[in-house]
């Protein structure tokens, strides 16, 4: 089965930056989605970032022009690049993937980001 593993969390002062990892082990998968999700305070599971299989991305307006999602096919693992840290984007970050061929959803044991002001 799929497993996924984050990591790169942590404590960071507003205006800085964190990038978040997730590997997955057990896919093969050619056509899939990968996307990051957060989880505040008090809040429900939000959507953060998609990239498709074929490259297509998708953010949030809220981290629009802060955040950049990524994939490195050879190493199985998704990133997300997080600049310009705001306490709002404090929250429980979760990375998932998503096989089309099936249409499971696969979800990372989340990496706590706290942005401090």
């Known amino acids: 089965q799929v497993q996924l593993v984050e990591s790169g969390g942590g404590l960071v002062q507003a205006g800085g930056s964190l990038r978040l990892s997730c590997a997955a082990s057990?896919?093969?998968?050619?056509?899939?989605?990968w996307a990051w999700y957060r989880q505040g305070p008090g809040n429900q599971r939000q959507l953060v970032a998609t990239i498709t299989s074929g490259g297509t991305t998708n953010y949030a307006d809220s981290v629009k022009s802060r955040f950049t999602i990524s994939r490195d096919n050879a190493k199985s693992t998704v990133y997300l690049q997080m600049n310009s840290l705001k306490p709002e984007d404090t929250g429980v970050y979760y990375c998932?993937?998503?096989?089309?061929?099936?249409?499971?959803?696969?979800w990372g044991q989340g990496t706590q980001v706290t942005v401090s002001s």
């Open positions: 057990g896919s093969d998968a050619s056509f899939n989605t």
């Open positions: 998932n993937f998503k096989p089309w061929h099936n249409g499971r959803n696969y």
